[in-house]
């Protein structure tokens, strides 16, 4: 099996290479490669972006959202977990088989004293608390499996990033469940670097089979930064695929009163607007502002661009262009 480190600790980066690796190294080889990234979700390829994260907070924090190749659940990374990725032939027919690469983590988990268990479909368990989701993507007899660990990650801003902010949103996308998680340090009782756990899961599979390191060339980098820039550097991507989908947003604005915002999406973009609420308006028909809204893909920086003719609190009296952004956008 050939051995790779991720380059860096980019989300768009790491998942170029994932998919490089698939589509462009030697298929008669296994590949691993243990890898991070910072401050990121990661959404599975049949989810709806916009159901999964809290967008004004990835805004407020600066956070990355990237979706990947696989399907399963939305995700988050930091530098407090350890990602891992077996590339390798699929043997399991048209079936998805998850058990044979959870296995070394279990039995390095184990070997660290922790009761560890693979539980349902694509989760790993130690004390019935989830701190791994594992995900496939499987194409012309081969398999990318993917999973995460969580070792020392921030718990709290996972949750903030992860849950809507306020609203009802209705799609054909597979929802997220938000399992109780727990990182494996606390399930330890004391520290446990990720380093730590790196060279363990390395130790146990090298016991099992030989891993020959490979390092990634300048001419690897460059084709990487190519898939980067076509696929997970695109907003088409990482939030247009989302399938269509009814968002109802409602916030209660000082000085303006009851808005709530109507919405159908379609790839991302605003196909209907509408608005209700109990606030005052000077102007008598609000369909310029709907019209000039309609098509705009759900994106801060694009929203507030075509705001810039208007002055809302004519729509919406005593609302500010930022609170405005936030009930759209939150």
Same mark, same amino acid.
């Given at each position: ?6 380059p ?5 980066q790491?998942?170029?290479? &994932?998919?490089?690796?698939?589509d462009?190294? !030697? ?23 916009? @159901? @999964?994260?809290?967008?004004?907070? $990835?805004r407020?924090?600066?956070? *990355? $959202? ?11 990374? +930091? ?11 699929? @043997?399991?027919g048209?079936?998805l ?16 004293? =922790? !009761? ?46 992860l849950?809507t902010?306020?609203? &009802? ?17 606390? *399930? ?8 730590? =756990?790196?060279?363990?899961?390395? +130790? ?16 690897d980098?460059?084709?990487? /930064? @190519? ?19 009814? =968002? ?6 000082e ?9 159908? =999406? ?5 196909a ?10 000077? &102007?008598?028909?609000?369909h310029p ?8 893909p759900?994106?801060?920086d694009?929203?507030a661009?075509a ?14 262009? /930022?609170?405005?952004? /936030?009930?759209?956008?939150g």
């Open positions: 099996m050939i051995y790779l480190e991720g860096g600790v980019d989300p768009r790491n998942l170029a290479v &994932e998919q490089y690796i698939f462009r190294m !030697d298929p008669r080889a296994s590949y691993l490669m243990l890898w991070q990234n910072d401050n990121a979700v990661i959404v599975g390829k049949h989810q709806n972006t916009f @159901e @999964e994260v809290n967008l004004e907070a $990835v407020r924090e600066g956070t *990355a $959202v990237v979706r990947r190749l696989s399907g399963g659940g939305a995700v988050y990374h +930091d530098l407090g977990n350890l990602n891992y990725t077996f590339i390798t032939d699929h @043997e399991g048209n079936a088989s998850f058990a044979r690469f959870c296995r070394p983590v279990i039995d390095t988990l184990r070997r660290l004293g =922790l !009761d560890a268990q693979i539980d349902g479909r694509n989760d790993m368990t130690v004390d019935g608390r989830k701190f791994s989701g594992n995900a496939q993507y499987i194409r012309h007899g081969r398999v990318m499996h993917h999973g995460t660990l969580l070792i020392a990650s921030d718990l709290d801003r996972m949750q903030r990033l849950s902010a306020s609203g &009802e949103i209705r799609s054909k996308a597979y929802r997220s469940v938000h399992s109780r998680v727990i990182n494996l340090a606390e *399930a330890l009782g004391r520290p446990l670097p990720v380093e730590t =756990l790196k060279a363990a899961l390395l +130790d146990t599979l090298r016991a099992a089979l030989p891993l020959t390191r490979y390092d990634l060339t300048p001419a980098l460059l084709a990487i /930064e @190519e898939i980067r820039r076509a696929r997970y550097d695109r907003w088409e991507w990482n939030y247009g695929v989302s399938p269509d989908a009814q =968002l109802r947003k409602s916030r209660r604005i000085g303006c009163g009851r808005l709530d915002i109507h919405l159908d =999406l379609h790839r991302g973009r605003i209907r607007i509408a608005f209700y609420g109990d606030y005052f308006a000077i &102007e008598a028909d609000d502002l709907r019209r000039a809204l309609t098509g705009c759900l994106d801060r694009a929203l661009a705001l810039t003719p208007f002055d809302l609190a004519r729509y919406f009296g005593g609302i500010d262009r /930022e609170a405005f952004l /936030e009930a759209l956008c």
